[in-house]
T-cell receptor, first 112, second 114 residues
Framework: EDQVTQSPEALRLQEGESSSLNCSYTVSGLRGLFWYRQDPGKGPEFLFTLYSAGEEKEKERLKATLTKKESFLHITAPKPEDSATYLCAVHKDEDYGQNFVFGPGTRLSVLP | DSGVTQTPKHLITATGQRVTLRCSPRSGDLSVYWYQQSLDQGLQFLIQYYNGEERAKGNILERFSAQQFPDLHSELNLSSLELGDSALYFC?????????????FGPGTRLTVL
């Protein structure tokens, strides 16, 4: 069965304290892995798509990496405005269409 | 602002009723995806349409149905509502950009079933 897990469930950091979030997956027919940021009560905001092991993408203080079984979202010198829930999702090609399986998310709090 | 619009923002109804949620994708995007997000289930993929045709089905109940119209807007119909259907419902549209596949979510419709 396809599964996506994320750890830790919640993370509290001091401003400037770098850390990493983990996304582990077991899926068949992986087409890509997505990272999103979600603020309370709002729709997820697209961050990155990764397609192959060894791929890395960066955006401001965020860097996403991908291996064959997991992905990491590295947050360098975070600021309070980085506080949000970070979701990862695997994108699968299922025959004709596409399907997305989301992880439960990591709630990040960055304290000033 | 992602460019994906959803109406209404909030919906309060009673068990057994039927509601319709509406979504307009970003201009030019042909795909529409529907998701349900509840506290205990996380974000669950329901169904995808591409240019008017159903493309993929996820964990969508038989009481739920969707369609995409020629102008590409989509509607999600929820019937015989139960308390457990209370959730945030998101739609998203997608595009293949230079960096790869990107998906953009609307602001959601919060459904409360009393």
């Amino acid at each position: 069965e396809d599964q996506v897990t994320q750890s830790p469930e919640a993370l509290r950091l001091q401003e400037g304290e770098s850390s990493s979030l983990n996304c582990s997956y077991t899926v068949s027919g992986l087409r890509g892995l997505f990272w999103y940021r979600q603020d309370p009560g709002k729709g997820p905001e697209f961050l990155f798509t990764l397609y192959s092991a060894g791929e890395e993408k960066e955006k401001e203080r965020l860097k996403a990496t991908l291996t064959k079984k997991e992905s990491f979202l590295h947050i360098t010198a975070p600021k309070p405005e980085d506080s949000a829930t970070y979701l990862c999702a695997v994108h699968k090609d299922e025959d004709y269409g596409q399907n997305f399986v989301f992880g439960p998310g990591t709630r990040l709090s960055v304290l000033p | 602002d992602s460019g994906v619009t959803q109406t209404p923002k909030h919906l309060i109804t009673a068990t057994g009723q039927r509601v319709t949620l509406r979504c307009s994708p970003r201009s030019g995007d042909l795909s529409v995806y529907w998701y349900q997000q509840s506290l205990d289930q996380g974000l669950q993929f329901l169904i995808q349409y591409y240019n008017g045709e159903e493309r993929a089905k996820g964990n969508i109940l038989e009481r739920f149905s969707a369609q995409q119209f020629p102008d590409l807007h989509s509607e999600l119909n929820l019937s015989s509502l139960e308390l457990g259907d209370s959730a945030l419902y998101f739609c998203a549209s997608s595009v293949v950009a230079s960096g790869g596949y990107e998906q953009f979510f609307g602001p959601g419709t919060r459904l409360t079933v009393l």
